[in-house]
């Protein structure tokens, strides 16, 4: 209502990329402050310097001088995850683009551009129109929330592109507005609106509810655009069209015939009642939404556990140097192998199925533990089965986040020998990041990935299939199939059908402590 959720987003939301946090229908919201914010104060600002400066051409350089600076200020303080939601939502970072948009206003007015231009003009037009949508359509595919690039060049050249075609498409005398005129661009143009706004609530109240998308992702997804459409033509025409044309100078008027006993507006009146209690339930949902459920608690393991591995941590440190020599000698090994085991240390195996050779394997060697919320919920369990466990664990983390932790314990000489990655659970990820991922490690350590079991987002094969990719690449790294392992074991999980309960976690933990004994056994 004020303009302002942009900012507020800044400090309080959480990544606009995150798509497995509790995320809020709300959140794409953000621009539309932007645009607000705009339309509020351009006016004011253009009526100044058209008073002041008056030259056309001095006020275009400003503009230019203003969306270049704007660029560059993305560029400056993006500094890595910590600053992503400073520059994707922050007000004069992302101003170029609507500057850019006031600039070819400025210096390319449609109403002043010569319809009959020369056949050389034309086509120079049609070839860098055409140019700007292959550029367009490239950066589509290439530019992503995690990519550096995106916020240090990327989207402003993005920008550049949007607003050269624009031009292309204003000028009279040019072909491209004719082309890529068809009643389908027409209808999406006039309907954009609603798209934009109602498209995250279908996607995430859909996807809530919906619990086995990755299963058909095609067809869930095109179950999601076919809602979207559908709403956005009926908001349309019921509402935005409606509200469009109508005379706001009568709404005093219409307020007080719609309560006239003999009002014109008749029977038409009772569809306020059920409308009002429908708006009604659907804000106190959103209000009090999540409830004190299994939501809630899994939020609390999670952040009581976080505590618990951060105390475990600075222990398991210590004792790492000492267990790496350990698990090196293979003669103190075997001989430890022999030993009984404490009573502490039987009902900790029990406990999660594990045998005296598996559990005494896995409860010696040195493991630094990289992972998401699944990783957090689950860290206090692995750390009762290893002992020398270090675990880094953050919600919403993604695999371009990951490089950076591994990078910062390598320098300080804090990488155990075993290296267990969980990550997937809220983006997809692509070759290349893995490969830098294990790069950032170095060969002399082995790394155990474990899959993802992600049913309620599409990118769950493919996260699976590109961590098989890994596998076959690099000689250290090795799979934990926990997507197979759990796949019909509807009952290990919380409500979201992704984290493992307390049930889960066991077998989960029981998973990674008999792989990782068993590529022991074998050496």
């Not at 069209?241 to 709404?251: D, E, F, M, V």
């Not at 394997?361 to 009762?384: C, E, F, H, V, W």
């Not at 049913?455 to 590109?466: L, Q």
């Amino acid at each position: 209502m004020l303009y302002v959720y942009n900012w507020w987003e800044v400090g309080h939301g959480q990544s606009y990329f995150d798509r497995f946090n509790g995320e809020s229908p709300f959140t794409h919201l953000w621009s539309l402050s932007i645009e607000g914010q705009y339309y509020l104060i351009w006016p004011l600002i253009l009526t100044a310097m058209i008073l002041i400066i008056r030259k056309r051409r001095s006020i275009a350089n400003i503009l230019l001088v203003l969306a270049i600076g704007s660029g560059i200020l993305m560029g400056v303080l993006y500094t890595g995850p910590a600053t992503l939601n400073r520059v994707y939502y922050g007000t004069d970072t992302r101003m170029f683009s609507i500057v850019f948009g006031a600039l070819l206003a400025v210096i390319w007015p449609s109403t002043h551009l010569k319809k009959n231009v020369t056949t050389r003009s034309r086509w120079t037009l049609d070839i860098i129109g055409l140019a700007s949508i292959a550029v367009i359509a490239y950066l589509y595919f290439q530019l992503s929330g995690q990519n550096t690039f995106t916020y240090r060049g990327g989207m402003f050249i993005m920008a550049v592109a949007s607003t050269t075609l624009i031009a292309a498409c204003a000028h009279p005398g040019a072909d491209v507005n004719r082309w890529l005129t068809n009643p389908v661009f027409r209808w999406i143009g006039t309907r954009s609106y609603g798209i934009y706004l109602y498209q995250f609530p279908v996607m995430i109240f859909y996807e809530i509810k919906v619990q086995n998308i990755a299963d058909h992702p095609l067809m869930h997804a095109t179950i999601e655009i076919i809602l979207i459409m559908i709403i956005s033509e009926l908001s349309y025409r019921y509402i935005e069209a409606p509200l469009r044309h109508y005379k706001y100078s009568n709404l005093g008027r219409s307020i007080y015939e719609f309560f006239q006993p003999n009002s014109i507006y008749g029977w038409k009146r009772l569809w306020l009642v059920p409308a009002l209690l429908l708006i009604g339930i659907s804000v106190y949902g959103s209000a009090i939404s999540p409830t004190k459920d299994a939501k809630n608690v899994l939020q609390e393991n999670i952040s009581q556990n976080e505590k618990t591995a951060n105390t475990k941590n600075k222990a398991a440190l210590a004792k790492q140097k000492k267990a790496s020599k350990l698990s090196a000698n293979q003669k103190r090994m075997k001989k430890l192998l022999k030993k009984k085991l404490t009573v502490k240390q039987y009902k900790v195996a029990k406990h999660y199925g594990l045998n005296k050779r598996q559990y005494l394997l896995a409860y010696q060697q040195p493991l630094t533990a990289i992972g998401d919320s699944i990783l957090a919920d689950n860290s206090r369990d692995l750390q009762n089965v290893f002992q020398n466990a270090y675990v880094s664990a953050a919600v919403g983390r993604q695999i371009w986040q990951a490089g950076q932790v591994l990078t910062q314990m390598k320098k300080k000489n804090e990488l155990a020998p075993n290296i267990l990655i969980n990550l997937g659970t809220n983006s997809p990820m692509t070759p290349q990041q893995i490969n830098s991922v294990v790069k950032s490690i170095g060969p002399k350590h082995q790394i155990f990935w474990v899959t993802t079991h992600v049913p309620t987002r599409n990118w769950e094969s493919e996260v699976n299939h590109t961590i098989a990719g890994a596998a076959k690449r690099h000689k250290n790294v090795h799979i934990i199939d926990w997507h197979a392992y759990s796949l019909n074991h509807r009952n290990w999980f919380w409500n979201d059908n992704v984290h493992p309960n307390p049930k889960g976690n066991i077998y989960y933990t029981h998973l990674i402590a008999k792989s990782i004994s068993e590529f022991y056994d074998k050496k």
